[in-house]
């Protein structure tokens, strides 16, 4: 089988600190992942080496059957969409919305004298109107609230047609009308067959969106769980990758955890 993403025994460590620790995560086409772990977790620098943003200090890590170290780089990057909070602090505040997702195409945030073709201009239309954020276009990204600059990120991240999407805590930062918006764009998403592949990082269960399939539990920087999440989301597992005893809960498509009593 070939997969989308193949890490194996990934370790990364910065001094005496390790912060990924045999790491042994696969992903196949048509999956839907969640990754959750608590702050400090290692989901940020998994979701980096997935992203062929950073390269792990030791272990092999493949993705869309490039093996990092021995691929180009530049040809992986736009295959692979990212929408993550430091990427959103480098663009800057002065850019129209339309610029936001049009850069994407060359790789940059910041407009500056790229001729875009009239299909990328359409292109970006399109993926704003997915996220109902086309009414935007005009207006500069500085201006916009947390929720609608979250739904910019997610359609910049797809203008490259990506085979892979990597989604890290969209919905920190947003209310609940936000939250709610955004799970439901990520869900229609994910229910789309022609979608790419989605990986979703977040601390809360509450933000997994309808369609997504598997679940990564990390633990100080190790696998703590990985599988289905009907298999894998229980009260035991969620509660050992937390730390503390919590109740979860599934209905409607949606998850719920509380503390237990
Ligand atoms: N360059 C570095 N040097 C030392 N420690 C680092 C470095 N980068 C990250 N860390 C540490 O590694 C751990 C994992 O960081 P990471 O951002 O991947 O976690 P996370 O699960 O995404 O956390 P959060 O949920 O808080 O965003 C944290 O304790 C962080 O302080």
């Known amino acids: 089988m070939s997969w989308v993403l193949d890490l194996s025994d990934i370790t990364v460590r910065r001094g005496a600190k390790t912060i990924l620790d045999g ?18 977790a290692g ?3 998994l979701v980096q080496i997935a992203a062929g943003r950073m390269h792990p200090t030791s272990g092999r890590a493949t993705i869309l059957d490039q093996e990092l170290g021995k691929t180009d780089l530049f040809e992986l990057r736009p295959r692979v969409g990212l929408a993550s909070a430091s990427l959103a602090d480098r663009i800057p505040g002065s850019e129209s919305v339309l610029d936001v997702v049009q850069t994407a195409a060359y790789g940059v945030t910041g407009r500056w004298r790229e001729a875009y073709e009239d299909l990328d201009t359409e292109r970006a239309h399109d993926l704003l109107k997915l996220f109902d954020v086309d009414q935007l276009a005009d207006r500069t990204f500085g201006t916009l609230s947390e929720g609608e600059r979250k739904r910019v990120q997610i359609a910049r991240s797809l203008m490259t ?24 764009a990520v869900s229609e998403l994910a229910s789309d ?5 989605l990986v979703l990082v977040t601390h809360h269960v509450e933000e997994i969106p309808p369609g997504f399939t598997h679940v990564l539990l990390l633990k100080d920087g190790a696998v703590h769980g990985a599988g289905p999440l009907e298999e894998v989301l229980t009260s035991d597992n969620l509660s050992s990758a937390f730390g503390l005893s919590l109740v979860v809960a599934h209905g409607g498509g949606r998850w719920v955890a509380r503390a237990a009593r």
């Open 43 to 45: 989901k940020t620098t």
């Open 161 to 184: 047609d990506p085979e892979l999407l990597l989604l890290d805590e969209p919905g920190a930062g947003l209310d609940l009308g936000g939250r709610e918006e955004l799970v439901r």
């Open 193 to 197: 067959p022609s979608s790419p592949v």
């Open 23 to 40: 790491v042994d995560w696969k992903v196949a086409e048509g999956e839907r992942w969640v990754v959750l772990g608590r702050n400090g």
